[in-house]
């Protein structure tokens, strides 16, 4: 049984109530020839941005620092969050403390404490999208060019 | 509290196991130019190779059809098997009737059936990734070129 398709106004509350409370997002990058990546990631949500962490020297690093945009998704594959974003790539160190700290607290793990050279991936959503089963694909856009629709 | 790290062999069989029961699968792809791309879809498993079905001239139909590579993620984010592939691009009626038939009962649509123009895309794995945490980074290769590890 399909549930009723819910209104855009609760898509975007889910979406931000998922934002806020998930540990961790499905991180889609592209290198600058065309070779898919993907891995699950840890990330913190402040209101206006996700921030995340991972080795400069990894595919996803790499893949970030290249090509600045990523695509994003949270939740299970019959009840997503798609979120296309604008990536700004930091040193380790560019951080205010307190930022840091928030992060690691809410990872489980300080990327600033390892031996292997992590970076910080600050994401911009531009476009958000939810939606469950097919009910649910007319109205699926929440947020386009950096703006709540709803 | 972390579980105790699993055996490949075992990782092998519950990666097997997600294949032949999940509905739907992370579907990573990327643009010639290195846009990323990212959606659920459904498919089938026949132990071999993926069946998946999207419109030739969606995001996902394009970028397939145009750089034959894929990475694909089953599980969510902190259970998971990573998956890449290689990829067959292929015309609505070029498969089997039978072959089409399990994929319909099997996803619950039927490509070959809508008004929109869709296209299969055969994937078979080059590479096999699984793990949990963590504890699970080691070992955590299971297919390597192609052929299972264990």
Redesign the interface.
């Known amino acids: 049984m399909t549930a009723d398709p819910r209104s855009r106004a609760q898509r975007r509350r889910d979406t931000e109530h998922r934002l806020t409370h998930d540990?961790?997002?499905?991180v889609?990058?592209?290198?600058?020839?065309?070779?898919?990546?993907?891995?699950?990631l840890s990330f913190d949500w402040d209101g206006q941005a996700l921030l995340m962490a991972t080795p400069t020297d990894s595919s996803t690093g790499r893949?970030l620092a290249?090509?600045r945009?990523?695509?994003l998704?949270l939740g299970?594959?019959?009840d997503?969050s798609?979120i296309d974003g604008e990536v700004e790539a930091l040193e380790i160190d560019a951080l205010p403390l307190e930022r840091g700290d928030r992060f690691a607290a809410r990872a489980g793990f300080d990327p600033r404490a390892l031996a292997t050279p992590y970076r910080w991936f600050r994401v911009s959503p531009r476009r958000i999208q939810a939606w469950r089963e097919v009910n649910e694909l007319t109205d699926r856009e929440l947020m386009r060019d950096g703006r709540w629709l709803v």
Request: hydrophobic letters at 45%; glycine letters at 6%; zero cysteines.
């Open positions: 540990e961790d997002i499905w889609a990058s592209a290198s600058a020839d065309g070779a898919p990546y993907m891995v699950p893949n290249a090509t945009v990523v695509r998704g299970h594959t019959r997503v798609m």
